[in-house]
């Protein structure tokens, strides 16, 4: 038993420095910032969520995970900012293992801008308290508390405010703004975070096409302005081909496919190419 | 409504009537009352035959003077201070205790002791607390509102972590997974997310707490009631019920100011609209 957890360990570690090692020889532009090898994941000690799964997400990606519900895909989202940790496999975030119990990952937290498919916003409160919420971790105890925030900070809301469409409305309560509004709440909350990477879970599912491609339009302005990496979940195939330039689609836990969109052509890293029929087809079929 | 549906309800409300089960539960509990009604002296006929007596009251009601309508209403706002502050010193010192008693906030160490204290300040009724008080500080309000916190404290700590407790979850997980400090995670989510309930729970504990401090000048703890029970000593019955009526003027008077408070701020934080009647 111990042996085998030194061994995982030591394989964990090689994994590390191997990946340090290859970075170094690239460019910064192309450095990975999330990379997963091998990993398992399972909410009880019976049915594996996820099943050997390996990703390598660049920064400045915008990259899609697309699979129906059920396939693991939230998982895979959770297992980046630390909300879970695999039972099988590494993930890496910056080199580090995501665990809210690692005191390391726990400092660069705050950089992760996570919006959880229920956007997870304090209805009660006004936007811009909500869209603080991102700017926290940056603020002392005592002055958050009494919301003493600095200047510069307020300065930055209205900005994040002005870039995703909801100027005006930042003394608004939350309980009183549409289904497309609150999500960009979500996403300035996120942008608040000055975050390196922006994690969002089937952030437009529930809405209807004009109004997730007027979300779905705000990030890809902010991801380009802010020069961010998006890991982003859909349900829409034709949504993730038309916004990401990388593409995964999950299937009961597992990677079956993985393409590069880039302009008309798509690249498959997996099995060969295939035209965005023959791919929409597979993902019908998934 | 159809006739056919009229002869379906009467055949299912006949049905269940003529069910053996139903009708040996119902004598059964018949029966339990019947006997704990003889047991504890219920008499009837004594109610009946007392019921004269009413129209003494409402004479000596008639010769209520108006000199005594100054009393009245200084004591009863007397009472509704004591009521107000007691319940406001109750509710500050609940809130930090009720997020120590969550259990989705505290270690077992911390909620489960301060859980069994909060549980022993809501076993005796605040005018047991009141008499314990008239001896530490001797008669008057200040007594009866020391009575009045603790109560509070015990009432509104449960009340309050039960619903820290029931919180909507989503907003806790996205703010943990931002990395909020538990202050910061208690300041702009718990507390936000609970309030809705704690403005409710104020008013009811107001409301509730205005009625008790009415009895607890029988122990000499000040208020309204000090000046009830002593006309109902000395026979002036007349005296005691008008005091009454202006009791039940306050409460009703603060029952119609709570409604409007929790349609305007409640309702509205809490489904995002007034209240409105179905029809």
Redesign the interface.
């Known amino acids: 038993m111990i042996s085998s957890i030194f061994i995982a360990w030591l394989n964990s570690e090689f994994f590390i420095s191997t990946l340090k090692k290859q970075d170094s020889s690239s460019s910064i532009s192309t450095m990975s910032i999330v990379q997963m090898s091998g990993v398992s994941a399972s909410y009880d000690s019976k049915d594996r969520v996820l099943k050997d799964v390996t990703l390598n997400i660049h920064r400045g990606t915008n990259y899609a995970i697309v699979g129906a519900s059920g396939s693991g895909k939230s998982t895979l989202l959770k297992l980046m ?3 879970m940790t695999p039972s099988n496999g590494v993930v890496l975030y910056n080199y580090q293992k995501p665990s ?1 119990k690692n005191k390391e990952f ?1 400092k660069s ?2 950089k ?1 801008g ?3 498919q ?8 006004s936007v811009m ?1 909500n869209i603080m ?2 700017a ?2 940056r603020i002392s ?1 005592v002055k ?2 009494f919301k003493m925030f600095p200047e510069d900070e307020i300065k930055n809301a209205y900005d994040v405010l002005k870039l995703v469409g909801l100027n005006g409305k930042s003394k608004r ?1 939350v ?2 703004l549409s289904g497309g509004e609150k999500r960009r709440v979500a996403i300035a ?1 996120a942008l608040m ?1 000055k975050p390196d990477i922006l994690l969002a879970d089937e952030i437009v599912s529930e809405l209807d096409s004009v109004t997730a491609r007027e979300v779905m339009d705000v990030i890809h302005d902010a991801q380009k302005k802010l020069n961010l990496t998006a890991v982003m979940i859909h349900h829409d195939m034709n949504l993730a081909l038309e916004y990401a330039n990388r593409v995964a689609v999950i299937k009961e836990g597992e990677k079956i496919l993985e393409i590069g969109v880039e302009g008309e052509q798509i690249v498959d890293f997996q099995t060969g190419n295939f035209s965005q029929e023959e791919i929409l087809g597979m993902y019908d079929e998934s | 409504m159809t006739f056919k549906q009229v002869i379906s309800v009467k055949k299912r409300f006949w049905g269940c009537m003529m069910n053996p089960k139903n009708n040996l539960l119902i004598g059964a509990i018949v029966a339990v009352v019947v006997v704990m009604s003889y047991d504890v002296g219920v008499e009837p006929i004594a109610f009946f035959e007392g019921l004269p007596n009413l129209g003494i009251v409402a004479k000596e009601m008639t010769e209520f003077k108006s000199e005594h309508w100054g009393t009245a209403f200084w004591s009863m706002l007397e009472t509704i201070e004591m009521a107000f502050i007691g319940t406001i010193a109750g509710v500050v010192i609940s809130l930090p205790l009720s997020i120590f008693a969550a259990r989705n906030l505290s270690s077992k160490f911390v909620y489960a002791p301060l859980r069994a204290l909060l549980a022993a300040t809501r076993t005796f009724p605040s005018i047991l607390w009141a008499i314990l008080f008239v001896i530490v500080v001797g008669l008057g309000p200040f007594a009866g509102i020391l009575a009045i916190t603790l109560y509070t404290i015990g009432f509104i700590s449960k009340l309050q972590y039960e619903s820290i407790e029931a919180i909507d979850f989503d907003p806790v997980e996205a703010t943990t997974a931002i990395g909020l400090s538990k202050l910061q995670l208690i300041r702009y989510v718990i507390i936000p997310e609970a309030a809705p309930h704690l403005l409710s729970q104020i008013l009811y504990m107001f409301d509730y707490n205005v009625r008790q401090t009415s009895i607890l000048g029988i122990v000499g703890a000040g208020g309204i009631g000090f000046y009830i029970i002593n006309y109902i000593k000395f026979f002036e019955y007349g005296k005691a019920a008008m005091f009454m009526l202006v009791v039940l003027a306050a409460v009703l008077a603060i029952d119609w100011i709570s409604v409007k408070i929790r349609d305007k701020y409640i309702m509205k934080a809490e489904h995002g609209r007034q209240l409105k009647a179905i029809n």
């Open positions: 900012n630390g909300m809210l726990k937290i705050s992760i996570y919006i959880p229920t956007l997870g916003l304090v209805k009660n409160m308290d919420i991102g926290l971790p105890g958050s508390f309560k309980y009183m909350r975070q």
